[in-house]
């Protein structure tokens, strides 16, 4: 009986070509002799590995596309490689995948399946920021993105402040780039002038940025997140 695959987690760039200095050494091996690949996006992917510079020929490189709106019912069949003996990696848009990532969804069911998982090290931009902010590190929640609608977001603000206050935790989320500015706003408007807040922005990126102050003293002066990815934590002690 022929061997199962190994399933690889493998970590993408934050910022783009910065592979070649911030990838361990396990992560440019294990791509330089793997062929089939989980992506969320062809192009990025494809870009990715090839910044790399390992020599690997992208024609003869398997990729299927694995999103958001993958269906559950096609994971099984996107995992078939797998049965006949290859390896296989999923690569995030950006960091690792299953944290805030589809790829989550097909590592759960490799597990149901018997598959061995491996993930292997890269940047996570939202660990990277908690570890940059000087909050707590024993308690903490990642809570994705924030609602769009601006009535439910200052909600959703007010609450996890008073979640920190409560719990004594780190509450992290996310914006789309282009909307950073109006989230930081609200941040602003609704936070209490003692609670501190980290911007963390373009992490790895030459660049980026990680700052805590008190919410008061971002009221002074603050960045121009337009455009930029960012990850946004509040704490309260």
Known sequence: MK??????????????????????????????????YLVEDFRTARRYISSLKLGVNLEEVHLEKLDKKTPEKHLKKLLEPLFNGHDV???????????????????ALAHKLGIKVV?????????MALMGSGFNGQSFTFNG????????RVQAIKSLETKSIKENTTQMFMETPFR????????????????????????????????TKKVADWRKKHPDLHKIPAVFLIYHS
């Open 180 to 211: 950073n500015n109006r989230m930081l706003e609200d941040l602003l408007a609704n936070l209490s002038s003692n609670t501190l807040l980290c911007i963390a922005s373009n992490i790895t990126g030459a660049d980026e940025m990680i700052q």
């Open 119 to 127: 993930p292997l090290p890269g940047p996570s931009s939202m660990f």
């Open 89 to 107: 990696g999923i690569i995030s848009e950006a960091g690792c995948p299953g944290i805030a990532d589809p790829g989550a969804n097909a590592v």
């Open 3 to 36: 061997a199962k695959g190994i399933l690889y987690l493998i970590p993408n760039v934050l910022v783009l070509e910065t592979g070649q200095d911030i990838m361990a050494p396990i992560v440019k091996n294990v791509i330089a002799a793997t062929s089939h």
């Open 145 to 152: 993105y924030l609602p769009i609608d601006r009535k439910d």
